[in-house]
């Protein structure tokens, strides 16, 4: 069983950044693709960025290329999400997610752990 909590979120301007991060409990953390998503009022969640477990391959929306940057510290159990050049269209609930068995980062239900979420509001 794996346990997430996320932290970070906020509000923030146009153009401002945000870090969010993700603790997770849990001996095999380091094994887990780590994904973030999002979703926003009356639209279906979808991916953002996810990073497998050994770091050396991560995958971003398109939306968010070029902008926000995953990365992960498995000693700590936690997983980031930078998100800088922050957009009104950003706005959403962020949600940390564990895959065990390395599916489609794309793909909600490849994800076997969620956390509550963070609401991230960026105003114009």
């Known amino acids: 069983q794996v346990q997430l909590v996320e932290s970070g979120g906020g509000l923030a301007q146009a153009g401002g950044s945000l870090r969010l991060s993700c603790a997770a409990s849990?001996?095999?953390?380091?094994?887990?693709?780590m994904g973030w998503f999002r979703q926003a009022p009356g639209k279906e969640r979808e991916s953002v960025a996810a990073i497998r477990w050994s770091a050396s391959s991560s995958y971003y929306a398109d939306s968010v290329k070029g902008r926000f940057t995953i990365s992960r510290d498995n000693a700590k159990n936690t997983v980031f999400l930078q998100m800088n050049s922050l957009k009104p269209e950003d706005t959403a609930v962020y949600y940390c997610?564990?895959?065990?068995?390395?599916?489609?980062?794309?793909?909600?239900?490849?994800?076997?752990?969620w956390g509550q979420g963070t609401q991230v509001t960026v105003s114009s």
């Open positions: 997610a564990a895959d065990r068995d390395g599916g489609s980062w794309y793909s909600s239900t490849a994800y076997d752990y």
């Open positions: 849990g001996r095999t953390f380091s094994r887990y693709t």
